[in-house]
């Protein structure tokens, strides 16, 4: 079992910066993927970005391109998404989600945080 926990969700205007930073405890152990989804209200859930264990290989959406930025604390076993120039449209509820590195299926997610953005 792995156990996530996000934080640093909130308000902000447009514009506007918000780390988020997801901590991971429990079986971490062996070569995995983390990532950050989001779900607005009447939306699917979107992938975000992800990120390796090590840290070498990330991805992003294109929506987000530019603008935010995964990155991984090993030591701490905490993964952060720095998110700037937020839009209106960042607005959602964001998790955070693990899978070891052989599976395409994300299998433990976090209880999400809100980010709204205001105009």
């Known amino acids: 079992q792995v156990q996530l926990v996000e934080s640093g969700g909130g308000l902000v205007q447009a514009g506007g910066s918000l780390r988020l930073s997801c901590a991971a405890s429990?079986?971490?152990?062996?070569?995995?993927?983390m990532g950050w989804f989001r779900q607005a209200p009447g939306k699917e859930r979107e992938s975000v970005a992800g990120i390796s264990q090590n840290g070498g290989s990330t991805s992003y959406a294109d929506s987000v391109k530019g603008r935010f930025a995964i990155s991984i604390d090993n030591a701490k076993n905490t993964v952060y998404l720095q998110m700037n120039s937020l839009k209106p449209e960042d607005t959602a509820v964001y998790y955070c989600?693990?899978?070891?590195?052989?599976?395409?299926?994300?299998?433990?997610w976090g209880q999400g945080t809100q980010v709204t953005v205001s105009s």
């Open positions: 429990g079986r971490t152990l062996g070569n995995y993927v």
């Open positions: 989600a693990f899978r070891p590195y052989y599976s395409d299926h994300y299998t433990y």
